[in-house]
């Protein structure tokens, strides 16, 4: 007898569920699969019907929060005012993942997860920018992986406050840093390279 999808994907998510409830108060190597069935009220088979170990419960709900192409609106490469890049894009997805990301990506999290969301969402845009005629080089490759760096570093951060600034504000601050670099926003000046 075939089970039904909807109580398939259900005791999935059951099974996952518990085990978050575990891993955000014990970490990953207190979990184990005893726990989570009992938490869940299933039995040691039906969890290895979904999963082969506690660290694939981990892969699979970190692969359910990376976003894909669908959660990027097109790029803006004019000269308007608008950042090519999707500052507010990225708060809404953090903000749509809270519950996970400010434990993953806190001081308690997997160190993988950062990687793991930096490297898709960068695969993203670059291959948007390469397709908008911004050729593929170092300096692109650089420039994403530093803004990006820096945008999940100041988005953990605000979601670990116990009192978080307003939205607006902070997307206020990351497009002025994004444009007008973070030099500026300290000194006030622009900065000079000074030739090799």
Request: charged fraction near 25%.
């Amino acid at each position: 007898m075939k089970k039904q999808p909807e109580l398939t994907a259900q005791t999935k998510q059951n099974l996952m569920e518990a085990f978050w409830q575990l891993y955000c108060k014990e970490g990953i190597e207190k979990v184990s699969v005893k726990e989570i069935t009992a938490k869940a009220g299933y039995n040691r088979s039906t969890f290895y019907e979904y999963f082969t170990d506690v660290y694939d419960v981990l892969e699979q709900i970190e692969n359910s929060l990376l976003p894909g192409p669908q959660d990027f609106p097109p790029l803006k490469l004019d000269n308007s005012s608008a950042t090519p890049l999707p500052v507010d894009t990225v708060i809404n997805i953090y903000e749509k993942n809270r519950k996970y990301f400010v434990v993953l990506l806190g001081e308690n999290g997997d160190p993988s997860f950062q990687s793991k969301l930096k490297r898709s969402v960068k695969d993203m845009l670059k291959n948007k920018l390469v397709t908008e005629g911004i050729g593929d080089n170092f300096e692109l490759d650089f420039t994403l992986e530093y803004i990006l760096s820096a945008m999940i570093g100041v988005l953990s951060y605000w979601f670990s406050l116990d009192t978080i600034p307003p939205r607006e504000r902070l997307l206020e601050l990351l497009y002025e840093l994004t444009h007008n670099g973070v030099t500026h926003k300290l000194t006030g000046e622009s900065i000079t390279i000074p030739a090799a």
